[in-house]
């Protein structure tokens, strides 16, 4: 089905595939055996979205309160209602009842010193469309900070309402940022001194800051090439995650998946286990 709607998390215009950063990796991950090629292909082939679940809707929140606190679209008085509305709206319930605290009380806290995180830096954008190519390779993103920072540069931030990245997975989504780079490259005409991590629900040292470094962007393109390559040779084979599940309540599969509560393959697998 072609989709000529430009969405946000990546996809066609006017027939040509747009990637993103959200449709390489959601790719990748399947590759790793962490994601779900029939997700894949339902997402990013055949436009269906499925649903969202907590921990996206969260995500958004936090982004979307910065945003408009960058923008000087929302005003300090009125930053709490702002956060009680957007929880009090969600769709989803967090997965486990206990869980609810520790993300809400790590929300009101980074806005509480949301001043004090970023005192250093100079906005100079905020979540704005950026379209560039590699190598005849369309991509589009919305980087969610160009920014001056008085130790660091000129930087591109990026927020994670997860934990703290270890090493491999550090390594790996930094390349969502060196994408980034190229358009600022396009527009500035020199590259970002550094690239930055915020974790809102972090309690302190919020900040991961990585200089940037040639080396890793060139990595960075020649992943974006291989993954394509694998995207477009992948043929018509789209097998889903769950029929490795093994009966399992995993987590991916049953809180995470868009297509959770609907997937034929989900259910008719879990049915054939408990059929004799």
Known sequence: MINRQLHKDGDILQDEIIYSWSRLNTYHMATEGEGCFHLFNEQ????????????AEYGLLVHETIEKLHNNELLAWDLEDELRNGLKNFTYS???AKMRASYENSLFKFFDEFDEVF???DVKQAEELKLFEIDGIKLKGFPDLYA???EYGMIIGDYKTSRVYNAKKMKHNIQQLYLYSIPFYNEYGYWPDALVYIFPREKDNRER???FDMKELERTKQWVKDTVAKIESHGSEWNP???????KKEFFPCQLCNLRNTCEYRYSYHNSLTTV
Do not use: A, M, T, W
């Open 241 to 247: 995650l769950c029929s490795v599940v093994d009966g």
């Open 209 to 211: 800051v990585i200089k």
């Open 119 to 121: 005192k250093d830096y």
């Open 148 to 150: 001056q920072h008085k």
């Open 44 to 55: 990013y082939n055949h436009d269906n979205r499925g649903e969202n679940n907590y921990f």
């Open 94 to 96: 967090v997965p486990f």
